[in-house]
């Protein structure tokens, strides 16, 4: 037994079952349990990756190709048509750009600020931390929608409407919750007398937060500028509520003009803006993935 | 604590991420309360009304109830395919040797698009002219009778705009009860199958128990997010045909930005808020007595 672990023998085969069962069927038992399980787990990566493929192979097709074809046919034709289509119609280029900023400078805000609480909360601590910390805490379960009516009022009041920081604050603020809670986790790892033998030595909380806890926390900023990147990449609610003008548009919002922005929905054509879009993302996702599942699983198994 | 700390050090800290945190989240949330009790378009007098919204909101909305409960069936559709299904499949991803790590980056990858785009691939899917795949599988699998519009049809409208919300984080809460999974000690499980617990029992009796407090983080995860899903409904449908897809959410959002009605659009928005901490609070109730 204990040599097969990993394949899960069903009970019934060993302690259960009768001695005149036949042998035969039970060793087809944890065989057909594992080929279903195999099955099922496969099954489930075609169902998560497929749709990504299509979206890809549409984006090569033939426009007509597309209205009449099967759509899980392969495409007839290959073309680049559709990514011409898609940079001649809308300012891609400009969506990109917008997007880069507002995800630059949310991971900027997220970090700093991020860091310096957990420090506040974790390190240096005060009397009324516990408060100050579950205060944070709740803001992860803080629904966005909240936030959307008194902001747009308080942008417009102070001509904050239609600008970069009107979607860096919130997406920063709302992101800060879980920020702090990772970080504070890290740094309740680093060991106090660490921390201790550096205040000996006469060193400040501002030198021991620069020479100690920043360069011990680059992985934990990895994850965290990870994870938060693509739910600001992404971000739809608070661009499309603070956003008006067409230069200002992040890629959310530029892919949503290419529908019936010609009348006619260009499908091919959007598809291929939507793999444009999707591209840069995606492949930091790749490359640093090991980063990005290790943040996701911690925040939620570290609890 | 530090030894050498300051007070002004803390202050110097503490300060960045409280005015980031008191601009973006806690001042909006007592403003959205404020507005609640106010009857305000944005142009004209602001005007107290007290609980008017709120009544109105309760007892004279029969909208605000029926997209309630279409948030319920949202909230159970994408619980069922995130915490049902992700239990399973990192249930079984537990039984694999090989190809671990490719499979757990593949499943999270629709968490990665963008639900601009998910809106799109979806309303694809589900079209019927052209046919859709959706369509074109049924008709292959000979279920062909069930061919329709999903997204016009109001008995599956519904359905059709939670699916893709509860597909594109699958993978993300199946990683997530994987890694809690493998944390189970092998010698517990391989006493208990020695002393003949079969492998339901072993899951009820040792695995979930061991993983329930990441169970009570995901199961609080998946329901805030699921009663805060906003952008598929309203890309994919605007809530239509009718009120068949509306969603508590997208109704406020109507409420604020098209109709104009602040006042009103703060009062669902609390209600919003409320939702969120009734369902955590409901979770931890019933997860932490069992544990007990």
Same mark, same amino acid.
């Given at each position: ?29 944890? %065989? ?97 931390? %516990? ?27 102070? %001509? ?96 949503? %003009? ?46 | ?12 800290? &503490?300060?960045?991420? &409280? ?15 404020? &507005? ?190 699921? &009663? ?65």
């Amino acid at each position: 037994m204990s040599t097969r672990i990993l394949t899960r023998p069903q009970p019934s085969a060993t302690r259960s079952a009768p001695p005149a069962g036949q042998p035969a069927a039970a060793r087809r038992g944890p %065989n057909l349990y594992r080929v279903l399980s195999r099955v099922i787990i496969w099954v489930l990566v075609v169902v998560q990756v497929y749709p990504l493929v299509w979206v890809f192979l549409t984006s090569l097709r033939d426009e007509r190709d597309f209205a009449s074809g099967n759509p899980f046919g392969l495409p007839s034709s290959l073309t680049l048509d559709n990514y011409s289509r898609a940079f001649a119609h809308g300012h891609l280029g400009r969506y990109i750009a917008n997007s880069l900023i507002v995800t630059l400078g949310s991971n900027l805000l997220i970090v700093v600020c991020g860091m310096m609480g957990a420090y506040a909360l974790q390190v240096l601590g005060f009397r009324f931390s %516990n408060a100050v910390r579950a205060m944070f805490l709740v803001g992860i379960i803080v629904p966005v929608q909240i936030a959307l009516v008194p902001l747009f009022i308080d942008y417009s009041k102070i %001509n904050l409407l239609d600008t970069y920081p009107s979607m860096i604050i919130p997406l920063a603020g709302f992101a800060l919750p879980m920020a702090i809670y990772l970080f504070s986790s890290f740094y309740g790892y680093i060991p106090r007398e660490t921390y201790e033998a550096a205040s000996l030595d006469g060193a400040g909380p501002y030198r021991i937060f620069a020479r100690i806890t920043l360069p011990l926390s680059v992985n934990t900023i990895v994850t965290v500028v990870m994870v938060n990147s693509i739910f600001i990449w992404n971000d739809f609610i608070f661009a499309n509520t603070f956003v008006l003008s067409d230069n200002l548009k992040t890629i959310p919002l530029g892919l949503q %003009n290419y529908i019936g922005a010609m009348g006619k929905t260009d499908w091919t054509a959007t598809f291929a803006a939507v793999c444009v879009t999707v591209t840069p993302l995606l492949l930091v996702f790749l490359v640093l993935n090991r980063a990005m599942i290790y943040g996701l699983e911690s925040g939620a198994t570290k609890g | 604590m530090l030894p050498s700390r300051s007070k002004l050090s803390v202050v110097v800290f &503490l300060l960045p991420p &409280l005015l980031l945190y008191a601009a973006a989240v806690l001042l909006p949330i007592v403003q959205s309360l404020v &507005l609640s009790f106010f009857s305000w378009d944005g142009i004209s007098d602001m005007q107290f009304i007290g609980l008017a919204n709120y009544r109105h909101m309760l007892t004279g909305d029969p909208v605000f109830w029926r997209t309630f409960a279409n948030q319920l069936g949202y909230v159970a559709i994408c619980l069922i395919l995130q915490l049902g299904g992700g239990l399973v499949v990192a249930s079984l991803l537990a039984t694999l040797t090989r190809g671990r790590e490719v499979i757990k980056v593949l499943y999270l990858l629709p968490a990665v698009i963008s639900t601009v785009a998910i809106a799109f691939l979806f309303q694809r899917v589900y079209s019927i002219d052209p046919v859709g795949p959706l369509n074109t599988l049924l008709d292959v699998l000979g279920l062909g009778g069930q061919e329709r519009p999903w997204l016009s049809d109001v008995h599956t409208v519904l359905v059709a705009v939670s699916a893709p919300e509860g597909w594109r984080f699958i993978g993300l809460y199946t990683i997530i009860l994987y890694a809690a999974l493998l944390t189970v000690p092998r010698e517990l499980e391989e006493a208990a199958r020695l002393d003949g617990a079969n492998q339901w029992q072993i899951f009820t009796r040792i695995r979930f128990p061991f993983i329930r407090p990441v169970w009570l983080t995901t199961s609080i995860m998946a329901t805030t997010y699921a &009663l805060r899903g906003f952008d598929i409904p309203y890309l994919l449908t605007n809530g239509g045909p009718g009120q068949s897809s509306e969603l508590v959410t997208t109704y406020m959002y109507k409420t604020a930005f098209t109709s104009t009605d602040y006042g009103y659009a703060s009062t669902i928005s609390v209600f919003i808020v409320v939702e969120c901490l009734v369902a955590v609070g409901l979770i931890l109730l019933v997860l932490r007595r069992k544990a007990v």
